[in-house]
Nanobody, 121 residues
Framework: QVQLVESGGGLVQAGGSLRLSCAPS????????MGWFRQAPGKEREFVAS???????VYGDSVKGRFTISRDNAKSTVYLQMNSLKPEDTAVYYC???????????????WGQGTQVTVSS
């Protein structure tokens, strides 16, 4: 069974940092676009960032300049470094993989179970 497994979530104070990781099991994703979405309670799933196999990145407006997505193709692992965290960044963060870059969650094929990020004020 193909899975994406996120780790690194937790509780952090505003202004702090967290690093999320996403590793696959069951297959490699070296040729896939990898991305992160997030979903806060009562809100729609929101695009955070994506990265192509050759490391071309796209960021959502709300995280530009604060978050950095990267990937290690040898490990098929993708990371999300989150700095200057704000309470409004509180959400469940999902790792995803798809065939092409997109801001739309329906364009992605594989999803992780999500990891909770909570930013206290």
């Amino acid at each position: 069974q193909v899975q994406l497994v996120e780790s690194g979530g937790g509780l952090v104070q505003a202004g702090g940092s967290l690093r999320l990781s996403c590793a696959p099991s069951g297959r490699t994703f070296r040729s896939y676009v990898m991305g992160w979405f997030r979903q806060a309670p009562g809100k729609e799933r929101e695009f955070v960032a994506s990265i192509t196999p050759i490391s071309i990145t796209v960021y959502g407006d709300s995280v530009k300049g604060r978050f950095t997505i990267s990937r290690d193709n040898a490990k098929s692992t993708v990371y999300l470094q989150m700095n200057s965290l704000k309470p409004e960044d509180t959400a469940v963060y999902y790792c995803t993989a798809g065939a092409r870059p997109s801001l739309t969650s329906t364009e992605y094929t594989y999803w992780g179970q999500g990891t909770q990020v909570t930013v206290s004020s």
